[in-house]
Nanobody, 114 residues
Framework: VQLQASGGGLVQAGGSLRLSCAAS????????WNWYRQAPGKQRELVVGITSGGSSNYADSVKGRFTISRDNAKNTVYLQMNSLKPEDTAVYHC?????????WGRGTQVTVSS
């Protein structure tokens, strides 16, 4: 199973980015997705998760600015990030869960300039 994250880049504060993470390989129906981020010198942080039923739970730091969505047919999850702040700068990783376990993507860099 491979997870491929994409969509990162350099953006000015106040801007937007949309991250994608697609799962491929021998994967069962994905039950849940998570997005994490890790900034230099900081611990990895759970940004948001979404269940198979569509319920989501956001970190307080991104509530109202980030939106997670999923396309089950494509085994893909998205993270729409609006009103980006310099403190959102990090490597963003996706994580997928199916009935056998969980899988991590390699990450995509998001850099927000002030």
């Amino acid at each position: 199973v491979q997870l491929q994250a994409s969509g990162g880049g350099l953006v000015q504060a106040g801007g937007s980015l949309r991250l994608s993470c697609a799962a491929s390989g021998s994967i069962f129906s994905i039950n849940a997705w998570n997005w994490y981020r890790q900034a230099p010198g900081k611990q990895r942080e759970l940004v948001v998760g979404i269940t198979s039923g569509g319920s989501s739970n956001y970190a307080d730091s991104v509530k109202g600015r980030f939106t997670i969505s999923r396309d089950n047919a494509k085994n893909t999850v998205y993270l729409q990030m609006n009103s980006l702040k310099p403190e959102d700068t990090a490597v963003y990783h996706c994580r997928a869960w199916d009935r056998r376990g969980n899988y991590w993507g390699r990450g995509t860099q998001v850099t927000v300039s002030s």
